[in-house]
């Protein structure tokens, strides 16, 4: 049996390998959130790696709020930069592999054309910055490693964007959304099913990969898709990114090419629009 570790186990993307885990019974996952495995503690990573043996590392474990990390740079950097540093050196020292998630936000949104791997970043804000320099920390610490990029994570688990539109439409009757942002809605099922797959083939195809259901999307589509499929009647207006001003940037555009992925591990990969249709319904 396949020992699996998952950090950020209290987060929506474990929670959507629970759910994906629920049929795999060749593998034995072990989650652990901060109380039990603070990453960015590395003599508690150390001792712990020590104590339990495990073939993968999953690190869902991350500081998100883009807009805090502008103000938070400490504790952002700590956990996104130094906390994926201390889990790529244990997994090397204990011979695991190690899967990390990471974001578009690496990119500034200049670009005309898809991301791909090989494209330059350039981070916009602290939070993106600090996912950069996580994926440095692993690529220089060792080469076992998957780094898996994604954007606008979403799930029937935890807080995300599905969910607040959803609960902002209980109290109001009109809201306005970015219509000026574009990138592509994922769903975190879809992601957890792709990271079991490498899991459970044992793969060693290394390196940074790109992730995102498939289709373009604003904010303003992402929301006005969420409404129509749950039948929810509110009046909906794009704005522009100017009128509605956030502490940190966001890129303007951030579709990633995943042809790398798709073909490295026959994944097809579904539009946004149709896993949207499927998180709804598990609502």
């Not at 959507?16 to 508690?44: G, P, R």
């Not at 150390?46 to 495990?54: G, L, T, V, Y």
């Amino acid at each position: 049996m396949m020992q699996v570790l998952v950090t950020g186990g209290n987060g929506q993307l474990a929670a959507c390998i629970k759910d994906v885990c629920v049929d795999k019974s060749e593998l034995e996952v072990t989650y652990t959130s901060v109380s039990d495995l603070d990453i960015t503690n590395k003599q508690q990573v150390d001792q712990f790696f020590a104590k339990h043996s495990f073939d993968w590392c999953i690190n869902c474990a991350a500081y998100t709020a883009v807009d805090q990390a502008e103000s938070d740079i400490d504790l952002a950097r700590k956990v996104n930069k130094d906390g994926a540093k201390h889990l790529a050196e244990a997994c090397k020292a204990h011979q695991v592999k190690l899967i990390h998630v990471s974001t578009d936000f690496v990119f500034d949104g200049k670009s005309t054309k898809l991301y791909s791997e090989e494209d330059e970043v350039n981070p916009l804000g602290i939070y993106g910055l600090t996912k950069w320099e996580g994926e440095q920390a692993i690529a220089e610490t060792f080469e076992d490693y998957f780094i898996i990029r994604t954007s606008w994570l979403y799930s029937e688990h935890e807080n995300n964007f599905m969910k607040t539109m959803l609960r902002l439409a209980e109290s109001r009757t009109e809201l306005s959304v970015v219509a000026d942002q574009i990138g592509t809605p994922t769903y975190a099922t879809d992601l957890a099913e792709v990271m079991l797959k490498i899991v459970t083939g044992n793969s060693s195809d290394f390196g940074l990969y790109h992730y995102s259901n498939e289709g373009v999307a604003s904010w303003y589509d992402f929301a006005y898709a969420i409404f129509e499929l749950q039948k929810t009647s509110i009046h909906l207006f794009p704005i522009k990114t100017v009128e509605y001003p956030t502490p940190a940037e966001r890129p303007k555009f951030s579709v990633m090419d995943k042809t790398k992925i798709k073909q490295t591990f026959k994944v097809e990969i579904p539009h946004w629009r149709s896993s949207l249709k499927h998180a709804i319904n598990k609502l």
